[in-house]
């Protein structure tokens, strides 16, 4: 709205100019965001202890987690509200793609909504369950997937990681890849939410890695360079990857160990769907692999964990998802999050280096 309102102003002065820019409005969506977040988190934080909105006391989940059960949760929600603002503030409401992402957002945050408000409710501290939860995530899956597909022009081939000439073509079946990618994705980020801060910082990462990504694809001469697919108005989803930057930075400020404030359902379902949607539009489906590589090696704990059990009766971990099986090795809490910072950290700079290794 803002980006309408102040760019319109550049015929009269031409410092309005840089309204025009993509990398400014970047820059304003994050700060935006920042804003948004540092002022809104402790009001939040403050109102939901005194509606006694609390994470409660988990099963699955070391004895060490005991102190945390009276932490507030939810908190996704002020990650949402400081993303879809700056969004609406900076980028060009006109672009079919946000608008994609933005349901995306809001379709998965409000699974986890109703998951994270059923879990209050009940006295098992379980949220709606599994069945239901998956069918909605199908379900706004295929129409996210459908709405991609069906947009004109839209390229149904894979970009395939440090291979330029491998490009496989789905076709339809590019919708169900999709519905895969971003189910897949939404609760493998979900998985890893179990440790202050562990979540965020790889969330925060493979945004970082998608903006950069987003602004060269939707950019004909850089896509031209770097021989990656032209995605026509993808750059505008830098603006959206910048807001979601801001506001997980934000909440990183109060998530950090010891967390004032969990994310939740609500918060680890709406960016594990945004990202896997923004992976899609960008032409990086396989990157997202790469990028996110945290929260694939932490599905694949509990995937390994689950089968083994099943098949020979024997755990492989000593709890599941991974960086639980490193607590009860007698792991510092904070060290383990740092340690997958880390190599979260290392995983967005090999995502980064594909665009020149092909």
């Known amino acids: 709205m803002l980006y309408y309102l102040l760019y319109q102003l550049h015929v009269k002065a031409t410092v309005f100019n840089v309204f025009r820019y993509i990398t400014f409005r970047a820059v304003l969506s994050i700060l935006s965001a920042l804003i948004i977040s540092f002022i809104l988190t402790p009001y939040v934080i403050r109102k939901f202890h005194e509606w006694k909105i609390r994470s409660g006391k988990r099963e699955d989940v070391p004895d060490r987690h005991e102190a945390k059960k009276e932490t507030p949760t939810m908190g996704g929600f002020v990650i949402l509200i400081a993303t879809i603002i700056p969004t609406l503030l900076w980028a060009d409401l006109t672009n079919y793609y946000i608008w994609i992402v933005t349901f995306a957002l809001l379709s998965f945050g409000a699974i986890g909504f109703i998951d994270d408000v059923q879990k209050l409710k009940g006295t098992s501290g379980k949220g709606i369950s599994g069945r239901t939860k998956f069918t909605l995530q199908i379900v706004f899956g295929l129409t996210i997937g459908a709405l991609i597909y069906f947009k004109y022009g839209f390229i149904t081939q894979l970009t395939v990681p440090f291979f330029k000439n491998i490009l496989p073509d789905l076709g339809v079946f590019y919708i169900l890849l999709c519905i895969f990618i971003i189910v897949g994705t939404s609760n493998a980020v979900n998985l890893t939410d179990g440790l202050d801060g562990l979540a965020i910082g790889p969330v925060l990462t493979v945004c970082t890695t998608f903006l950069i990504f987003s602004y060269l694809v939707g950019n004909i001469i850089f896509a031209q360079y770097l021989q990656i697919f032209y995605v026509k108005g993808a750059g505008e989803l830098t603006i959206l990857c910048g807001a979601m930057l801001g506001a997980g930075i934000g909440f990183l400020w109060y998530n950090a160990h010891p967390a004032e404030l969990f994310m939740g359902d609500t918060g680890s379902l709406s960016l594990g769907a945004a990202l896997a949607t923004i992976a899609v539009i960008i032409k990086q489906e396989f990157l997202l692999v790469i990028a996110g590589g945290i929260f694939v090696m932490e599905t694949l704990s509990v995937i390994i964990q689950v089968y083994s059990f099943k098949l020979r009766g024997k755990r ?20 383990i999050v740092v340690r997958f910072w880390i190599i979260s950290v290392i995983l967005g700079l090999i995502a980064l280096s594909t665009l020149k290794l092909r």
């Not at 000593?318 to 060290?335: D, Q, T, V, Y």
């Open 316 to 335: 492989v971990f000593r709890m599941a998802p991974i960086h639980h099986h490193f607590e009860l090795k007698g792991w510092n809490e904070g060290k």
